[in-house]
Structures are given as structure tokens and as C-alpha cells.
């Protein structure tokens, strides 16, 4: 890569503490009466330097959260409580929900940039993308010359591995994966300290993809931004991610380090979920997949949203929603009690004489 | 796998016969605007299906692979080949003569919100496809053969589904519906075009068991055309693979997956995510896949290839048998001396996650 000349500011801020937290979020879809609660109750903490990945089937709520966090929700997406904080490199602490239009018009993209899904059509088809990259920094930057804007951006391009003259290309006259940089490009104009990257790979395929990925992991390391990937292959994340956050029905359901979940699921679901997916290489396995299909959001059954489709099931699942707690086998060290999983078989009042299922106490 | 290997019964011999075989099948689209330009889409493909076999086709997008489907159900002409039925012509000219043909070669299609139609209801689009393949039941007959359809794809109970439409059903149960209807024909030969992709997570492997299910228990071929070559591994029995419309490596699913012969397969298997192996990784790829319009000369890899010489980039290759049952169409399994030396492509791709560091 010809990246390397590149003049690439230090990281900042100490790695580890948090840059984005989310409080009790929840975001309903359509008003009073009829609302469907997308999101409910969900905190989830993105840390300096860390890549967080956000996994679920289609229609769980990953997407939505990421927006809400943004508050780039669409109506009639709203955000019915809770909070979210973003902490600068100087500590300085904002609540995203409560700033005002100018500010948040300030700080989106500077602070926080977003990589859309299926970025292949979110580049404007009748401009250069040179113009496009350039507009995005002269938004920002308003006594920059538009002379330097481009020289920025042709610097840009070549970070992600793009020739410089491409900037004066269309859109259409760049292949999908080409696409999908310039975009990752665009959203690292402004030096972010966050990255949202809402399924950015799922358009690709398994090659350029890996391309795609490792473009990532590059840049994170030497400008040292936090990244929120989210996608449903969970098998990408757990080579990517340091954190995953399993989501089902709209809830956060599990939350620990990559290598955990993969090796050691607590929850059910993340169980079922790793088990649907066939192994490339090792032996040969039926699997099942998970059966039934996802909840209907706008009626999702009491307790438990996971409980009609899970093996484990007891009574308490149809009738408790469990919240986001530790798990059952907190004295096995610091990673394990580090970990939350929302599950009632983790608490040992309703877990009774079964105690844990052998595939979830690995 | 199939089971049909150790059986010595004398059905063995008609089981030899191919349901559908395709030979030099071949598909240019002209450019608009260009004279004379053509997108060669797909470029001398041979495919053979078996009764109760799955044959995966596995390629990234643009590759060719939706086309071979569509040539192979005869939605569109093919530009040279011949395509054989039991070991006769299958082409067909007239309509009556496609009707007859679709009667025993049936697609479904990749996307199940967009292949129902949704005015109508279950029992309606099912009915339609009895009526025209069973000749025209009514009432109670009707009924059911409706519902031995939908129990035959695990819709049951089947009054549960029969009068929903389209949009009450989740993706999973749109794609049962989609393949009811295809079995309505009660074909030999089902060609599924991405059949899980558009699917969530979580239920994709129901419908690869159901369509290995319907294998087993009906003994048609199956086509499976995917990008995913783990999904392949799990469910077909041969697995071809493309590159830029040309096959270029076939053989058991086992094999190709775990002993990848052809520079590209090698890289495909390799950027797979794979949790359990991270070492082995083609790390630092670079490039993609050519333009069809004008595709390279020689050998169609050749410019992502780390080990191509002369030969890759004047002379086509050709599969050439490398075990048995298994085909590579590199030159450098060829047996001349100008050939290519194959190394290891994770190698020559650069470096290994264990090397570490910025390249």
C-alpha cells in the first residue's frame, strides 16, 4: 500500500475507556397506540480502540440501534427513553440526544461517521466521487480551498488502497468493492473517533470482502478509531470484532469478547446461531439451524423473546423478559465475570435442579 | 453423499445416464451502444446432474453462475452448446415444447418476496401450478394434492398457510411455498438460484435439509448455485467452481473444499471467514475479478494470479483430470514443460496474520 507516506495524526485519547455509551435506549416504530417497540432497554458501551461488533438476523434491531445512537432515525422511528453520551479526545463528555440541530450538525461525521449499508448506492451517481469526498470536507471546514479539500482527498483515496486518479472518476466507473472504499474513505475524512459500519461488506464477495475487512484493521490500528461493525455473519466478527454484542427481538441478549462467545456461548441463541452456520473445514456435521422463525415485533410473545424457538425453554421464559446480567459462572475469572447475558437459566433461582445445559457451561 | 455409489442394482445402469447434461454451453449478451461488443457471460461450460445428486456451482457475483441456471431452464436462448436431456436434445423451439420441458426441469428462485405473486393467496398460486403440470384436478382432488405438496415442504398444519398471502409469511415459509410450487411439476431436475441468501440466518439450514430431504426422498437432481462455499461443503455432493464465466475446478465437495487445487479456489477457501483458523489466511489479495467484456486472453485468472506465466496469458486452459473425478483448469497441472509452478497461494499472497505488523 502507498499509504504508508500518508501523514497520519497519532491516536489520542487512552485506550479502554468508553467513547460512546448507551443508556437504556429504546425506539419505537410508530406512535402511542400502535407502536412497535424496536429497541427496549438496551446499554451497550463502545471503548477507545476497540472494535464492537453488533450481530443478529434481519429486522433485530442491530441497524436501529446504530441510528438511534446517531439519532439518524428516520421517522417513525422515535426514541422513547434513555440516553446516549459520546466522550471526546479531551474527555469533554456530550449527551447526543440532547444536542441542538447546529451542534449535532457539527459533530456528525467529525466525531462520529457512518459507512451505510449496501454503500454501493449511496454515492452520487451524477458527481465525481473526488467532488463528493471534497464537499464532505469543505461542509466541515469552511475556510479550506477547494484546491486542498481534493488534495485531501486524492490522500484519502490512497489510504484505502485507490489510485489518485480515480478521483475524477463516476461512480459507476468504479467496481463494487472500489465503491465500498471510497465510501470508507469518505467516512475517515474528518478523522473520526467512531466508526459505524452498517453491514459494509454483505454486497461483496468472500475475497473482496477479506480485502475490505483488512483495510479496516489496518486503519483502525494507525489512526486508532473504535469501529461498530455490524452484520448477521457472525463467523466475519468473531475474526474482526475484540467485543460482540448478540442481538435477538431487539434486545442485547449476549455481550462478551469475540474468543468467548465463539468458544464458550452462554446464551442460547448465540449457541443456536454459531451452530448455523456450516464449517468450512473440520469434520463434516448435520445441523439443524434454529427451528420457527424470528418474533413478529409488533407481537412479541411476554417474557422471553427467544423462549419459543429455544431448546431450554422453562416457565419462567414465557412469562419474565430476563434482563442483561451475569452470567451463572462468574467465579471461573475476570473474563467470564466481565461477561452479561440476558438468560434465565444464568440465574440460579429459576434455573432450579437443571442448573446449566453442558453446551452453554463450557 | 449419495447413496447411490454402492449400489449394484440394475437401476445402476439408467442412474449413469444423465438427467440433464449441458456441453460447451456458452451465453454472450450484445453491449448496448457497442457494435459487435459482447459480455461473455458464460464460456464452454460442461455440467452433468445425476438423479438424486446435488451439484453446487459456487462463484462470486458476476461470475456466470445465474445464467447457466437460466440457460439451463431455457429462459433464454443459449448462444452455443447443446443441452440434453436422458441423452436426448433437449431444446426447445415452441411453447408447447418449453411447457413439456419446465414439466421436468423447475427453478426456484433466489428471492421468495419477489417470485409470489402477492395478490394471491397460497392455496391460489399452488393450485395453479397442479392444474397446469397434474392436468386439471378439482375440489377435493385439488385439495389435496395442495396439501400433500405443502406437508411435503413442512408447512403443516397445512390450513395454517393455505389461505395466508404472501405478505403474512416470513421469508423461510415464502421460500417453502416457492419450492411447493416447483415440486407441484414433480420434477427431475430442480435448479435452486441462491435459494438461502435472501434469507435470515437462523433458518437457511432448514431449507438446505428440507431441499437434502427432498434428495433423498424423490431422488431429483439438484442444482445449487451459491456464493457460499462452506454451504456448499455442507450440501452438495460435487461442487463446481467458477471464475469469470468458465468453470474452473470440479470434483467432490469434500475435496474441492478441503484440498483446493486451482489458484483461485485456493484464495476463495482461504478469505472465507473460518473462526477455528485464523493462521491460514490469504491476507493482502489484491485485485478483482476481470471485465467480461473484454476478458483477459489465456487463462482468465492470470492477472490476480501470483504464479502466472506466458502460457497462463496466450493459451486457454482446458480442465484437465487431476485425481479422480476431479478437474482443474489451470496449466499448471498440464503435462509440458512450459507449465506454471503452483506454490502456496496464502504464501504468495504476502504475508500471514502470524507475520503481523503493516505491510
Known sequence: MTASTLDVP?????????????????????????????????????????????????????????????RLLPPPGLITSGSVHFTDRDGRRTDVLRQSD??????????????????????????????????????????????????????????????????????????????????????????????????????????????????????????????????????????IADRIAIMYAGDIVEDAGAEEIYRRPRHPYSSALLHSFPPLRGERRELTGIPGAPPDMHRLPPGCPFAPRCAHAMDVCREVRPGLTATALGDRGAQEAARRVACH?????????????????? | ???????????????????????????????????????????DVDLTLHRGEVVALVGESGSGKSTIARLLAQLMPRTAGSLELHGRDATVRRRRGFRAYVGRVQMIFQDPFGSLNPVHTVRYT??????????????????????????RVRLSPTERYIDKFPHELSGGQRQRVAIARALAADPEVLLADEPISMLDVSIRLGILNLLQDLRDRLDIAILYITHDIASARYFADRTAVMYAGRVVETGDSESVTQDPRHPYTQLLIGSAPDPDDLATRAHGARGEAPSLVDPPAGCRFHPRCPFATDVCRTETPTLIEVAAGRAVACWGYADRADRPRLGDVLDAYGRRTDEGGTP
Open chain 1, 10 to 70: 497519532a491516536p489520542t485519547g487512552a485506550v479502554g475507556e468508553p467513547v460512546l455509551e448507551i443508556e437504556n435506549l429504546s425506539v419505537d416504530y410508530g406512535y402511542v397506540d400502535d407502536a412497535t417497540h424496536v429497541l427496549r432497554d438496551v446499554s451497550l458501551t463502545l471503548h477507545r480502540g476497540e472494535v464492537l461488533g453488533l450481530a443478529g438476523e434481519s429486522g433485530c434491531g442491530k441497524s436501529t440501534l446504530a441510528y438511534a445512537a446517531t
Open chain 1, 102 to 239: 447546529a451542534e449535532l450538525r457539527a459533530s456528525r461525521w467529525r466525531d462520529t461517521a457512518i459507512v451505510f449499508q449496501g454503500a454501493m448506492n449511496s454515492l452520487n451517481p451524477v458527481y465525481r466521487v473526488g467532488r463528493q469526498i471534497a464537499d464532505g470536507i469543505l461542509a466541515h471546514r469552511p475556510g479550506m480551498r477547494r484546491r486542498e479539500a481534493w488534495d485531501q482527498a486524492a490522500s484519502l483515496l490512497e489510504m484505502v488502497g485507490i489510485n489518485a486518479d480515480r478521483l475524477r472518476d463516476f461512480p459507476h466507473q468504479l467496481s463494487g468493492g472500489m465503491r465500498q472504499r471510497v465510501m470508507i474513505a469518505m467516512a475517515l475524512a474528518l478523522d473520526p473517533q467512531v466508526l459505524i459500519m452498517d453491514e459494509p461488506t454483505t454486497a461483496l464477495d468472500v475475497v473482496m470482502q477479506r480485502q475490505i475487512v483488512e483495510e479496516i484493521a489496518d486503519l483502525r490500528q494507525r489512526l486508532g478509531f473504535s469501529v461498530v461493525f455490524i452484520t448477521h455473519d457472525v463467523s466475519l466478527l468473531i475474526e
Open chain 1, 345 to 362: 437459566l444464568h440465574d440460579p433461582a429459576s434455573a432450579g435442579a437443571h442448573g446449566l445445559p453442558p453446551d452453554l457451561s463450557r
Open chain 2, 126 to 151: 399452488l393450485s395453479r401450478s397442479v392444474r397446469i403440470h397434474q392436468g386439471r384436478l378439482r375440489g377435493a382432488e385439488l385439495e389435496a394434492a395442495i396439501e400433500r405438496l405443502l406437508e
Open chain 2, 1 to 43: 453423499m449419495s447413496t447411490s455409489a454402492t449400489d449394484p442394482s440394475p437401476a445402476a445402469t439408467e442412474r449413469d445416464v444423465p438427467v440433464l447434461r449441458a456441453v460447451g454451453l456458452t451465453k454472450h449478451f450484445p453491449v448496448r451502444g457497442r457494435r459487435g461488443a459482447v459480455v461473455h457471460a458464460v464460456d
